[in-house]
């Protein structure tokens, strides 16, 4: 147990160190607060996209039928504890009734419901389970849910919008089409270059542009952090809320959705199809969050703060999530 707390601590260390490297960046003025929408999209166009066809395509196991139904079985998960964390969101933030508190109430139940399964998710648990293909592979799977939803339920709660609600921005967001492309290569070995002896060298693309996954994401954290005052991070109590919501609350909830599964042993000789949806549900704040807000007009003050203080905390509660799950 002393070995899993230990881990967890050096990675979550090594990923805010990042941060600090964003923060110092910012303080002294040699990043501006511009950068950072050229920075999200290097992130969201290239690295994820990149990280997750490394996790389906580089040094993949073997496709089996077996596989295949253990990702229908993760996207099952992950789909039913989103939607379990919404409808625990809405009802933690009910007493925010009066019309000037709405759009902090939809942002709040955004931050509750919506992880950061992608930027720090999947390059945390590449860390943790020192690159394990077959885990990668099932969060990215959860991506899929998470990005369903997001861009539907989680744009309609922003905007207020139902024009907003785009199935086609789902299913076309560069995360998606990366993991979309992963998918056809793992599953048609035969049209995948990336483990072919002549082009081996190949994989280096992808391999080094996921890895930027971690950095930048974390570098991007740590710039927003430095432009916020701390009374607008730590001195109001609906952000404590809705982190309790995202990192105890969904967490809480999603164990108890696998739990049964775990107990009879369904998946006794492949854990992370239960372990993946858990761990991803006990990230931080979805970075996307804030994206949405700066570019619909939300409020994205009040959205970085929750997002910011969310993923600070997470440092604290991630450990115990993860020994949890390992016992």
């Known amino acids: 147990m ?40 290097i992130l969201l166009c290239v690295c994820q996209p990149m990280l997750s066809v490394k996790a389906f395509a580089v040094d993949p196991i073997p496709v089996t039928g077996g596989i295949l139904l ?11 504890a989103i939607f379990l964390t919404f409808g625990a969101s809405l009802v933690c933030f009910r007493f925010m009734k009066k019309q000037d508190e709405r759009k902090k109430r939809d942002v709040l139940v955004c931050i509750g ?4 399964c992608a930027f720090i998710g999947i390059p945390f648990i590449d860390m943790f389970t020192d690159g394990n293909s077959e885990a990668m592979m099932y969060l990215t799977i ?6 369903i939803l997001l861009w539907t339920v989680g744009a309609y709660l922003i905007t207020q919008d139902k024009k907003q609600i785009s199935l086609k921005k789902a299913f076309l967001n560069p995360c998606i089409v990366g993991c979309f492309i992963g998918l056809l290569l793992f599953c048609v070995p035969q049209i995948n270059i990336f483990h072919m002896d002549a082009v081996r060298e190949l994989q280096q693309i992808v391999v080094y542009t996921g890895t930027m996954t971690a950095p930048l994401s974390m570098m991007i954290v740590g710039i927003r952090l ?47 199809v239960l372990l993946a949806p858990v761990i991803a549900m006990s990230m931080p704040p979805a970075a ?36 949890i799950i390992s016992l």
């Open 70 to 80: 253990n990702f229908v079985w993760v996207f099952l998960f992950s789909f039913a």
């Open 113 to 116: 419901t919506f992880s950061n």
């Open 226 to 272: 430095a432009d916020l005052a701390p009374k607008e991070l730590f001195c109001d109590p609906r952000i404590y809320l809705a982190a309790f919501v995202r990192l105890v609350l969904s967490f809480g909830l999603t164990y108890l959705l696998v739990l049964p599964f775990k107990l009879t042993g369904v998946f006794a000789d492949t854990p992370y």
């Open 2 to 41: 002393s070995e899993i707390i230990t881990k967890v601590c050096l990675i979550m260390l090594v990923l805010f160190a990042f941060a600090l490297f964003g923060f110092l960046l910012r303080k002294s003025k040699l990043v501006q607060t511009e950068s950072l929408l050229s920075l999200a999209n």
């Open 142 to 147: 959860f991506s899929v849910a998470f990005n």
């Open 288 to 323: 996307a969050i804030v994206a949405f807000t700066e570019k619909y007009g939300g409020e994205k003050n009040f959205a970085a703060a929750a997002y910011s203080l969310g993923t600070i905390l997470s440092l604290f509660t991630l450990p115990v999530a993860l020994l």
